[in-house]
């Protein structure tokens, strides 16, 4: 199976921080990565697919990139709903897995 | 409105059986591959099965493979997990989720979840 690591697994950081988060994939993957926000007790919802495809009704402050091996997930501003956690998945196999996650937390 | 809403989770003994439904609307169920994802109190997400738009193909990850099954009805706009030999690691929330139209594609919508907990 495709193993996925994401760094940093946390972070601390501030209202306005340009914050960027990386997902290497054991293999290359092409552009099959997607990235998902998660908060507590509720559901996963899609940011980025594709690698670098933004999901309707996703704020422009988040972007993604990279191809084959590594991934970037970048927030330009965080605003304070962005403090969750985040994980990357990758959809290239006919057998899905995801990253660990990164949390962000308010410094 | 676009929404998935999972039932049937609850409490079962180790080595018990479960079965999870997902009552998809608002959008075309017959047309998209369907998964299940998992996530464990306090842990990350995991991936469970995937099925095909007509069921002909299903993939599972190795933890659960000849223990849980993922089907469909299309006439009635479910998804199921029936979960068999069920063990404590299999506690978590499941969540049913929307893949695409292609097995490449991502999750774009989600469920609430449902809780299942194996203890004796």
């Known amino acids: 199976d495709i193993q996925m690591t994401q760094s940093p697994s946390s972070l601390s950081a501030s209202v306005g921080d340009r914050v960027t988060i990386t997902c290497r994939a054991s293999q290359s993957i092409s552009s099959y990565l997607n990235w998902y926000q998660q908060k507590p007790g509720k559901a996963p919802k899609l940011l980025i697919y594709a690698a670098s495809s933004l999901q309707s009704g996703v704020p422009s402050r988040f972007s993604g990139s990279g191809s084959g091996t590594d991934f970037t997930l970048t927030i330009s501003s965080l605003q304070p709903e962005d403090f969750a956690t985040y994980y990357c998945q990758q959809s290239y196999s006919t057998r899905f897995t995801f990253g660990p996650g990164t949390k962000v937390d308010i410094k | 409105e676009v929404q998935l809403v999972e039932s049937g989770g609850g409490l079962v003994q180790p080595g018990g059986s479960l079965r999870l439904s997902c009552a998809a609307s608002g959008f075309t169920f017959s047309s998209y591959w369907m998964s299940w994802v998992r996530q464990a109190p306090g842990k990350g997400l995991e991936w469970v099965a995937n099925?095909?738009?007509?069921?002909?193909?299903?993939y599972y990850v190795d933890s659960v493979k000849g223990r849980f099954t993922i089907s469909r009805d299309n006439a009635k706009n479910s998804l199921y997990l029936q979960m068999n030999s069920l063990r404590a690691e299999d506690t978590a929330v499941y969540y049913c989720?929307?893949?695409?139209?292609?097995?490449?594609?991502?999750?774009?919508?989600w469920g609430q979840g449902t809780m299942v907990t194996v203890s004796s």
């Open positions: 989720a929307r893949l695409g139209f292609r097995l490449g594609d991502a999750f774009d919508i």
């Open positions: 099925i095909k738009q007509d069921g002909s193909e299903k």
